[in-house]
C-alpha cells in the first residue's frame, strides 16, 4: 500500500551512518546520498528516504513510527542489536507479542533523533 517513507532528521550524517548500520541486517542500503537526500533499499526499489531539516524544526511527531518487515527473527535481534550499538533507546527487546498475533516477532527502539521504529517478523514460528 506505501510505496515510500520519509523521515526528516536534524544530524544528517548521523542518521545516514545509523541507518546505513541498523538496515544492513534487513537486506537494505543506502543507494543514493547526495546533500539534501538519502535513499534506502535494494538497487531496484528504493523505499526509505532522510531529508535534513532545520535544527528549529519539528521532525518528531507523536505516535508516529516507521515498521521495517524483516525476513527471520535474526534479523530483527541483529537490527535491534546494531541500532543500540549506533545510539538507539530500546522500547521492546525482541521478542513474540501473542497480544498483538502468534505470528509476531518484533523489537521496538527510538533512534538518535526520536524517531520510533519497529522492525517484525511474521511467521508461525515467532510465537
Not at 524544526?57 to 541483529?78: K, P
Not at 505470528?103 to 521504529?117: K, N, R
Amino acid at each position: 500500500m506505501i510505496d515510500h517513507t520519509s523521515l526528516g532528521v536534524k544530524d544528517f550524517e548521523r542518521a545516514v551512518a545509523f541507518y546505513s548500520a541498523c538496515l544492513g541486517p534487513l537486506g537494505y542500503s543506502l543507494q543514493r546520498m547526495t546533500a539534501s537526500e538519502a535513499a534506502f533499499g535494494v538497487e531496484a526499489d528504493w523505499g526509505f528516504f532522510l531529508y535534513p531539516v532545520t535544527e528549529t524544526a519539528s521532525s518528531v511527531g507523536e505516535r508516529t513510527h516507521v515498521a521495517f518487515r524483516a525476513r527471520s527473527r535474526d534479523a530483527v535481534v541483529a537490527f535491534h542489536r546494531t541500532a543500540i550499538a549506533n545510539g538507539a533507546t530500546s522500547i521492546r527487546p525482541p521478542g513474540g507479542r501473542p497480544d498483538i498475533s502468534p505470528d509476531y516477532f518484533g523489537a521496538v527502539l527510538v533512534d538518535p533523533e526520536g524517531h520510533t521504529l519497529e522492525t517484525v517478523v511474521w511467521s508461525k514460528a515467532a510465537s
